[in-house]
């Protein structure tokens, strides 16, 4: 299939990545020039817009970093509805308000371009392996044609519900595993603060229900101090915010999302943003009177 692809940070750079591997013919662009040599390297095709894009393919992916982000290359000068072609599926994968997606493609569909938002789970790790969890709001028929590039890069891929729908499976995915890290993250502190050898805790829990995939992956990352980011802590910080304003404009009590999003501003104010979001217990162990 002929398929574009815009942003190719830590994330969107492998999974473009795959879908060479996987046989798919892709395009390229990006504000940072460097970002795309990796791709034209493997084979991808140099466009010098994302309207350039647009007019070469059938489907074009963006994964960037919010909301505006995804407005000014879907709608802006030189964006995807500049380019596009009749029929062309526009799928973003990054992570913005189910608003601010729904919004999006009713403009888009204006102008005869089709969204689909699908937001991923799995970080770094999950994109370079192809094996991403990928939740998908839009039109069926449109899932149906893109299906097979989601499979390219991800191992589990669900239809979620109309537009908007995915951004609200991933809000969902990440009130979980934010609070989550802080639950490990403390789990571990309190151990070691009391003394104790944090790896027999955590290996202890794992043979029963506070079992989880947080803590068999990030508690063991936590326990060998890797915070090498597979997703940074300002990006959980975003979407954070984004679940945040979401509760507010819907009257939902969110008291665990509250807290955690709280730890994860303090995470980027005190210089953890750029670290992986298991640094929160790095901000733990600096509250707790050690050094972080």
């Known amino acids: ?19 060479i591997k996987a046989g798919h013919t892709v395009h390229v662009w990006s504000r940072r020039r460097e970002s795309m040599q990796p791709l034209l390297d493997a084979g991808a095709g ?55 997606a729904q919004a999006i493609a009713a403009r888009l569909a204006d ?12 970080g770094e790790v999950g994109a370079i392996n192809a094996a991403l969890t990928i939740m998908v709001g839009g039109d069926e ?7 097979p590039l989601f499979e390219a890069m991800g191992k589990t891929v669900s239809l979620i519900g109309a537009s908007g729908a995915g951004q609200v499976a991933k809000a969902c995915n990440q009130i979980l595993t934010g609070v989550g890290v802080a639950a490990v993250a403390e789990a571990l502190n309190f151990a070691r603060k009391s003394g104790v050898d944090a790896a027999k805790v955590r290996e202890a ?46 009257g939902l009590a ?9 730890m994860f501003n303090a995470m980027v104010g005190s210089g953890l943003g750029e670290d992986d979001s298991i640094a929160m217990l790095k901000l733990l162990e600096r509250m707790s009177g050690g050094e972080g």
């Open 1 to 19: 299939m002929q398929v574009g692809f815009i942003g190719l940070g830590l994330m969107g750079r492998p999974m473009a990545l795959n879908l």
């Open 46 to 100: 140099d466009c010098a817009s994302a309207a350039d894009v647009a007019s070469r393919v059938e489907v074009v992916i963006t994964m960037v970093a919010d909301a505006p982000d995804v407005e000014q290359v879907a709608l802006g000068e030189n964006g995807v509805a500049k380019g596009a072609r009749p029929g062309l599926i526009m799928v973003d994968m990054s992570t913005i308000a189910p608003a601010a």
């Open 111 to 122: 102008q005869g371009v089709t969204l689909l938002d699908a937001p991923v789970s799995g």
């Open 141 to 147: 028929a449109a899932f149906a044609k893109a299906k």
């Open 205 to 250: 829990l794992m043979g029963g229900f506070a079992y989880s995939r947080i803590l068999e992956n990030h508690g063991q990352r936590m326990l060998d101090r890797n915070f090498k980011p597979g997703f940074k802590a300002w990006m959980h910080q975003k979407d954070l915010r984004i679940i945040m304003e979401e509760a507010h404009r819907l």
């Open 254 to 262: 969110l008291p665990s999302s509250a807290a955690t999003a709280q």
